[in-house]
């Protein structure tokens, strides 16, 4: 079977799909996020000596992974955009980005309400918390230049430019852990310490994480419709005018 | 079940993180959801007589 992929490069024909990929990803998310919060607060132990603290783990490392995938994908997304002039990419791009200031900020959130029992405090300058708060800032910056230019093509260009340059924060919150002396802790998935401990942890992680990835699709799709429809109206208007002027042609006699 | 809201003493914490979590992703849900149908009761208004929202069809 031959698919002509550049058919959905066109937003008008992207949106029906769109709409399907928001409807499935969305239960997705829900039936996920119910198996990972039944490991995550019931199967699984309590940590010896954590606590249920521990327990915002579940929370905690995937939206911190979230806030970063999104970012690399949104940087794919810009780059696409850019190198190629694509509406739609820029699009998808602008649909991820609330999400994942969203992300990122939860993953502050829960890592101050896991460290203030862990480590005693809810804030420290360290560097992993440090960088991921830049990379809050960043998407709130690409947000802010969005609104703040009118035309949406321009807008397209400023916002892939800024998010092109800020992925050079990506690496630096990935590798902070090792490059500095951080509080925070390096890898959480160990599969060397605690194996049969580790092994419900690791599982409750990785269906939770599922359901952030299924969640975000599901978020950034409907969000492109919206954008589509907003963005495409006065094409969609135009369209329609040249459909009355072609039934009025075919009328008037030759 | 109160055993299980306790949290072990850490309530505060895993009950602020988890409520934080879920609140947050309800409310992007509620307004993304909002912002679509807005979105496409415009495009009605816009367009009498014609039918370009039977093309865009999708959106719930």
Redo the contacts between chains.
Sequence with gaps: MLINWYRFSSP?SF??????GA?AFGILAALCAGAGLFVA?YIAP?DATQ???Y??IY??VP?AWMAMFIYVVMAGWSALALGFNARLSAMMAQALA??GA?MA??AL??GA??G??TWGTYWAWDARMTSTLILLFLYLGVLALRNAIEDPRRADRACALLTLVGAVNVPIIYFSVQWWNTLHQGSSISFTVAPKMAATMVTGILIMTAAAWC?TIA?AL??V??II??RE?GA??L??LI??RRNVVRRSPA | MSEFLAMGGYAWYVWMSYGAVALALIVETVIVRARRKRALDELRMMTPGSSPVGRMRGAR
């Design positions: 008008v949106y029906p799909l769109a709409g399907i409807h607060l309590t606590g249920d603290a327990r915002i929370v905690h939206t609330p999400t969203l900020a939860l959130w829960t309400f896991w203030r029992p969640y978020v409907a969000r419709q919206s429809v907003e109206r969609t208007w369209e329609s459909d009355l």
